[in-house]
């Protein structure tokens, strides 16, 4: 994602500065593919509508999304070690970037015996054509960290759908019901956030994972269960909003372990990039291991 957000941003940029006859510069392709199926269990009953899957350099986004839905990544069999995690992807609410922060995600933890679940939530509607959608996008990305992203009370409501359903068959999946954890990716990490202040499924998280967070946050009420937080230095979201998040939580409790890389920018994800922030899944891991 990392080179999608920097073209994306070159693409607004140009359309700021450019005079009113000058050609834009090409918008990334995009491409319309199949949805992913898999054992998935639906959090809210109601048509997909034109929910659209679409793959952005090498990356797959699931977008006008309405039917929120609950992927269950099992671990091999023998590996299983009864401790479940939530995986909530980003995407800005435009999208939810299920493949990068999502099985991707999910994958590496099942590897290590881990019962993860991707969360596809609700997000708000895009263009139903990839290069409407490519063009909402340029008009809109080159906004992170200038902004503050409005809340999406729908996608929150999703993930404590998710927790209520992960929580209530912890016994038929065998899993500990004590032992259940969160992660969220930029938008997922903000709705994570939400979700840790306002909804009561918060108290039954074990731990929470927030990977290139909105910094310029402070929790405001809720529990403080053990936190991973990794960002890069570069990321416009930590240049906006520096230590704040980090020093807030500080305030109420010192379970935090915190990365903050060199390289990497904003939405590193699984896509290995070369930098120290390719580690950050290793380090989530071994975290994981001593909660």
Request: proline share 8%; with cysteine; aromatic share 8%.
């Amino acid at each position: 994602m990392r080179k999608t957000f920097a073209l994306l941003l070159s693409c607004m940029l140009a359309l700021a500065a450019r005079p009113a006859l000058a050609q834009m510069p090409a918008l990334p392709p995009a491409d319309t593919v199949p949805p992913v199926r898999g054992e998935e269990i639906v959090l809210n009953n109601v048509p997909a509508g034109g929910e659209t899957w679409t793959r952005v350099f090498g990356q797959v986004w699931a977008r006008n999304v309405q039917r929120s839905t609950l992927y269950v990544i099992r671990p091999m069999n023998g590996r299983a070690n009864g401790k479940s995690v939530i995986v909530v992807p980003g995407g800005g609410y435009m999208f939810v970037s299920i493949d990068s922060e999502g099985f991707r995600v999910a994958d590496r933890l099942a590897a290590q015996g881990y019962t993860a679940f991707v969360l596809k939530y609700r997000v708000n509607p895009t263009p139903p054509t990839p290069e409407g959608f490519m063009a909402d996008m340029a008009a809109k990305f080159g906004q992170l960290g200038k902004g503050e992203l409005p809340d999406l009370p729908p996608a929150v409501d999703d993930l404590a759908a998710a927790i209520n359903v992960v929580s209530s068959r912890a016994a038929e999946w065998k899993l500990e019901p004590k032992q259940i954890g969160a992660i969220g990716f930029s938008a997922g990490s903000r709705t994570l956030i939400r979700l840790i202040e306002q909804k009561k499924e918060a108290a039954l998280l074990h731990h929470v994972g927030l990977i290139y967070p909105p910094m310029t946050q402070t929790v405001t009420g809720g529990p403080r269960p053990p936190l991973f937080l990794a960002i890069a230095a570069g990321d416009p979201l930590f240049k906006q909003g520096g230590l704040k998040l980090v020093d807030s939580w500080l305030k109420e409790s010192t379970a935090l372990e915190f990365h903050l890389y060199y390289g990497g920018e904003h939405g590193f994800g699984m896509m290995p990039k070369g930098t120290t922030s390719d580690r950050w899944i290793d380090q989530y891991i071994d975290w994981l291991a001593v909660q």
